[in-house]
């Protein structure tokens, strides 16, 4: 957006520069040609100024990353004041190129939104209002100098040109802007198509690779689950550890079998779970996977159980953002679950170092990680998934306090 508001700037610049010239022969032309008597010293003066702007503008433009918005407006605001000083020194309402004022509001138009706009209309507005008050007058821009004209006409000629500026600036400010606002958002919903199907084909070649990976796990699973039943069987020093190996082998051969079992649901056999039994078990097997860590866990109990559909995409994507709860904060994670009729919410509160910049960027795009041994593609398949069921991930660290909280809020669906 601001890199837009600069490109803008540094376009009205280049118009700028065009006026600035067309003004400069303009004088030449009417001082020496035409011989009308101006005043040649304010005006040289006010046309200096504006050239000093000019390049004022153009070395901030080289210096400046970005270029606000109300940066953008009063530069709008600069060129209606210039304006206004060149009229009032060569015939003020009367000059021909008063309409010139139409410029600005149109450049707001296009590129400002719709308070900008009104202001930068309103401005205009007052300012060749301003000019019937006092001006420099020029008997050669005067109506009626010339033959054939009544001093009545004469006025109504120059309140009627009055009245179309208005009635132009109106339907500038309102009509152009609507079609300008409309052009925008065409363009943003086109961006996010976009941005959404080269999500969608990186998912596809992540799925595909996923399928692979899971054949070729389940050999090597079989084989490690057999050793691990004959060690048990046995006398051993470290049963505990066993077990412990034993329940993340079969924690490994679930997830290959829900994988398995996740293609083959389809939108005519969907499956529906209680809120309070879907999330303790998704919270049961979380809990395995790190039997170390102290895990303080709370469902609400104001709202009624209800049975929904969540999509097989969800656990997968619940547990991941759960996991990285607990590798940032292996001692302790504090996880809290509400729902009403309409969303489900869930607070996981870690209590590591509170970075969160890489959770920001890394949803972008896949196979980045800044964990060591990290594959990239955790982040970008839940925000993925979370977003493709019409929900939202947010992660904020805390300024005064270690750690940071997930909060995920999911829409929740009977039918």
């Known amino acids: 957006m601001n890199t837009a508001v600069k490109e803008n700037l540094y376009q009205l610049n280049?118009?700028?520069?065009?006026?600035?010239?067309?003004?400069?022969?303009?004088?030449?032309?009417?001082?020496?040609?035409?011989?009308?008597?101006?005043?040649?010293?304010?005006l040289s003066f006010v046309?200096?100024?504006?050239?000093?702007?000019?390049?004022?503008?153009?070395?901030?433009?080289?210096?400046a990353d970005k270029i606000s918005e109300s940066e953008f407006f009063y530069h709008v605001l600069i060129d209606i004041l210039f304006f206004t000083g060149i009229l009032y020194c060569s015939g003020g309402a009367s000059n021909p190129f008063v309409s010139y004022y139409l410029v600005p509001i149109c450049i707001a138009a296009g590129t400002l939104s719709l308070r900008y706009t009104i202001g930068a209309a309103l401005m205009s507005l007052a300012a060749y209002s301003s000019l019937f008050i006092d001006s420099y007058n020029i008997s050669a821009f005067?109506?009626?100098?010339?033959?054939?004209?009544?001093?009545?006409?004469?006025?109504?000629?120059?309140?009627?040109m009055w009245c179309n500026f208005l009635i132009s600036a109106i339907v500038i400010t309102f009509f152009v802007?609507?079609?300008?606002?409309?052009?925008?958002?065409?363009?943003?919903?086109?961006?996010?198509?976009?941005?959404?199907q080269l999500r969608d084909?990186?998912?596809i070649g992540i799925g595909a690779l996923a399928a692979g990976t899971a054949h070729e796990l389940g050999t090597p699973l079989n084989t490690m689950k057999i050793i691990v039943d004959e060690i048990k069987e046995g006398d051993s020093s470290f049963k505990k550890d066993i077990n412990i190996l034993h329940s993340q082998i079969e924690q490994c051969r679930m997830t290959l079998r829900e994988l398995v079992a996740t293609a083959e649901i389809s939108e005519n056999n969907k499956?529906?779970?209680?809120i309070t039994g879907y999330m303790k078990q998704l919270l049961e097997r979380?809990?395995?996977?790190?039997?170390?860590m102290n895990a303080s866990i709370i469902l609400s109990e104001q709202q009624e159980d209800r049975e929904v559909f969540f999509d097989p995409t969800i656990a997968p994507s619940l547990l991941n953002l759960l996991n990285n709860a607990a590798e940032a904060s292996p001692q302790k994670v504090d996880v809290k679950v509400t729902w009403n009729t309409e969303l489900l919410e869930i607070y996981i509160r870690d209590y590591g170092d509170g970075d969160t910049s890489y959770e920001q960027e890394l949803p972008r795009k896949p196979f980045l990680s800044n964990k060591n041994g990290g594959m990239g593609i955790g982040l970008f398949l839940t925000q993925a998934s979370i977003s493709r069921y019409g929900g939202t991930i947010t992660i904020n660290s805390f300024d005064d306090e270690v750690g940071s909280l997930t909060i995920?809020?999911?829409?929740?669906?009977?039918?």
Do not use: C
């Open 14 to 42: 280049i118009i700028r520069v065009v006026v600035l010239g067309a003004e400069f022969l303009a004088l030449i032309l009417l001082t020496f040609f035409f011989e009308v008597i101006l005043p040649i010293t304010v």
């Open 47 to 63: 046309l200096i100024l504006y050239g000093i702007v000019i390049t004022v503008v153009a070395y901030r433009l080289s210096q």
């Open 142 to 160: 005067s109506p009626e100098n010339h033959r054939g004209h009544h001093t009545n006409s004469n006025n109504l000629h120059i309140i009627g």
């Open 177 to 196: 802007t609507r079609m300008a606002g409309t052009l925008k958002q065409q363009n943003t919903a086109i961006a996010k198509h976009r941005e959404n």
């Open 201 to 203: 084909e990186q998912l």
């Open 271 to 274: 499956q529906y779970k209680f």
């Open 286 to 292: 979380w809990q395995i996977l790190h039997p170390e």
């Open 408 to 415: 995920v809020k999911l829409p929740l669906f009977n039918d």
